[in-house]
């Protein structure tokens, strides 16, 4: 089946490069000039510089093109991807939907499969999530990921598999999209901990605690606790708990030093933070490292008070 990848930030652009191994593979590019500039230059040179665009991978302005594919891999933010569902959702019913996006609709406190769900019923919703960064898969590095999805099948696995990218299947979507979702707010944690110069051992700590949460939250909404052990869990939490090619991380670190961050960048984990939050009220969940970075990326209290208040918590068993 033919593959087209609907946005051409980072990720999008790593996906169409390693999957153009397997064959063919369209890009979507939302601006006509950002298409213009890949299909002469072979290269997103905003958004991932130096990673040369194979012959096969074809960069278009133009939508309805794209959406011709079988599988379309939705590379979008989380925040943007309800509104291109609604405004495209005849011509993806029936199509195979992979999203890429980690995060929960603020909108609708739904994850990717469930959005796409609830606003094309016929389409074959999916999420591809893991440990993973663009320029990484981009380069030929191995990576592993999760595809997950109650009807993945072993000839889509294979078809979104290359020699450089390995798929694991899961019919745990819940788990895959909270497990992808969930880290990121984590992240922002280790962020602001290293930022505010509380060093490695302190890191240690709330990357442990904040897994804590994600099991809290994610087996109370109905995943399994091994998906959490797993690649879209665990494995992502790692990566980008310590790494700064994690926007995520580089966030926080700005919020714990002080300093300025690129408004530009997006940053799943702030939008989820406040949407976990709200999931956690609802739920008479304890998640006090979300709470905390939800009231921090709101202005709602300071570094310091954000420390101050996690240390002073009650004392109780692990």
Known sequence: MSIAVLGAGAFGTALAITLAQNGPVHLWARNAEQADQMRRDRQNVAR???AILPGNVSVTAEIAQALQADILLLAMPMQQMGGFLTSHAAALAGKV??????GIDLATGQGPTALIGAICPTARAMILTGPSFAADIARGLPTALTLAGQNVSTALQAQLSTPTLRLYRSTD???????????NVIAIAAGVVIGAGLGDSARAALMTRGFAEMNRIATQLGARPETLAGLSGFGDLVLTCTSAQSR???????LGAGDRFDATTTVEGVATAKAVSILA????????????????????ITVSDAIQALMARPLKEE
């Open 281 to 300: 009220k609802t739920h008479a969940i304890d998640m006090p490292v979300a709470a905390m970075i939800a009231a921090l990326t709101e202005s709602r």
């Open 248 to 254: 995520n991380f580089r966030f926080g670190h700005a």
């Open 97 to 102: 939907l992979v999203s890429c996006s980690k």
């Open 48 to 50: 991932l510089p130096g």
């Open 173 to 183: 979507t819940i788990g895959a999209e909270l497990g992808g979702a969930l880290k």
